[in-house]
């Protein structure tokens, strides 16, 4: 009967010499190898000098007790499971045993049977373990491979927008984020701010948009006392709490054609003037711009100034929509998953295909911010340990995606065209077989292995 499959070293500590040999010639038969100790302070002795998978420890013993020994064998670098034996056991004693950390209790006198359970078990919950810390390590490893700051993503277009946003980060020049609503501008300015020399600095975020038109300029510049009715005293503008740092400006596109020209001259001159100030401040501060709005449709309209908008693109960086790409969706349930266990004391381990399929074939207007929402109620109704579809409340038949023609009939190559509609075809097919690949391969008429080739050639995560 071996029970293991590869040998566990294990150290039994019992005052009987007799017990002690019969315990390892017992375990030895069954591949353990068996150090013995007389005593709990020999056993404490062997376990400095040696790594043992598990301990087999009597409760009486002269010198030093098996509780005694618990005790101190908490206080060793490297946890080892223990499992006590006693003649004179009772369930308080057993009780107290588990309250000092031993992991179970074996009465004597004891069949042969009774002791290998109790180390199958307790070779099954290490195993469980080591499984668990390396899930979560690997998780660790996929998250920091296709991480920035604090966005997640796989996708080759966010791995661009990472790229470039690296390269922004070691300089001082002015960038200007663009993408919908949810799709997490703010991050991708705080991870370049963060992930730069201004780092240790001010980092001030102002939604240009949730300021009145009135109280704008005072707030961006700041005022001197007696400036007008009811400035009693001196106070710092938004440009000024960010010396030395970065001043976000999100929702640039909201700022009046009034005060658009006085942060042209910020950029370019490189200083400020408080309102009822007669001199003007130098400052030293990084500005990062975002907006939801199309800016250069909005300079064709005259709601914002030509010469402000090329002053904030010179490092542009567009963030695409999540309907745009999907592959980085499983990514990000897995990390919303983790996140909301923690915030509401759950334990989801992961998320059903049917349910991810759904995920998958979303148009997801909100963006990240809507996953990240729809995931949050997911784990707060959920009872179970996986999220099925059930948990999710939306519309099982999307609206589906208009084909991109234009995208296909751009230009005149055949085999560009051919690419880009097979690429879609192939999403397509995946996303309504749950990411099946041999089902795919039968809705596209396709062999299974030439789909295989085709999904690595067009980068599809799916």
Request: net charge neutral.
């Amino acid at each position: 009967m071996n029970i293991q499959s590869s040998p566990k070293r294990l150290l039994i500590i019992d005052d009987e010499e007799n017990m002690r040999h019969l315990l390892s010639v017992m375990l030895g038969k069954v591949g353990y190898v068996a150090d013995t100790a007389s005593d709990g302070n020999e056993g404490l002795r062997m376990l400095s000098e040696t790594r043992y998978d598990f301990i087999l420890c009597d409760l009486k013993m002269p010198g030093m007790g098996g509780m005694e020994f618990l005790k101190a064998a908490k206080e060793k670098p490297g946890a080892t499971t223990v499992i006590m034996m006693s003649a004179y056991g009772t369930i308080d004693t057993a009780v107290e045993a588990m309250k000092l950390g031993a992991y179970d209790y074996i009465s004597k006198p004891f069949k042969s049977d009774e002791v290998y359970l109790a180390l199958k078990k307790a070779e099954e919950r290490e195993n469980l373990k080591k499984e668990n810390r390396w899930l979560k390590e690997r998780i660790q490893k996929i998250e920091e491979k296709y991480q920035f700051g604090n966005m997640l993503a796989k996708s080759r277009a966010m791995r661009a927008v990472f790229n470039l946003a690296e390269k922004a980060a070691h300089y001082n020049t002015t960038v200007l984020i663009t993408g919908e609503s949810g799709t997490g501008k703010e991050l991708v300015a705080k991870a370049i701010h963060f992930s730069g020399e201004r780092a240790a600095m001010p980092l001030v975020p102002v939604n240009c948009g949730g300021i009145p038109e009135t109280l704008l300029e005072s707030e961006f510049f700041g005022y001197k006392k007696g400036a007008f009715t009811g400035a009693d005293k001196n106070k710092k503008g938004l440009f000024e709490e960010a010396e030395g740092g970065t001043l976000l400006l999100d929702e640039v596109g909201e700022l009046p054609l009034s005060l658009q020209i006085k942060f042209l001259r910020v950029l370019q001159e490189e200083e400020i003037r408080a309102i009822g100030d007669t001199k003007t401040t130098r400052i030293n501060v990084r500005v990062i711009a975002a907006t939801a709005k199309n800016l250069e449709e909005e300079v064709r309209k005259g709601q914002f100034r030509r010469d402000l908008f090329y002053r904030l693109n010179v490092l542009p960086i567009h963030i695409p929509p999540l309907r745009d790409r999907s592959e980085d969706i499983p990514l990000l349930c897995q990390h919303f998953i983790s996140k909301y266990n923690k915030v509401l004391n759950k334990d989801i381990k992961s998320i059903a295909p049917d349910a991810l399929s759904l995920l998958l074939k979303q148009r997801w207007p909100g963006n990240v911010r809507e996953l990240e929402n729809a995931i949050e109620r997911a784990v707060l109704l959920a009872e179970e340990a996986i999220l099925s579809g059930e948990h999710f409340f939306m519309p099982r038949n999307p609206e589906p995606e208009t084909p991109p023609t234009e995208e296909i009939f751009e230009g005149y190559s055949l085999k560009a065209a051919q690419k880009i509609l097979e690429k879609k075809m192939i999403t397509k097919a995946l996303l309504a077989t749950g990411g099946n690949r041999t089902k795919a391969s039968q809705l596209l008429e396709i062999s299974h292995p030439s789909l295989l080739s085709k999904i690595k050639v067009y980068n599809i995560s799916l």
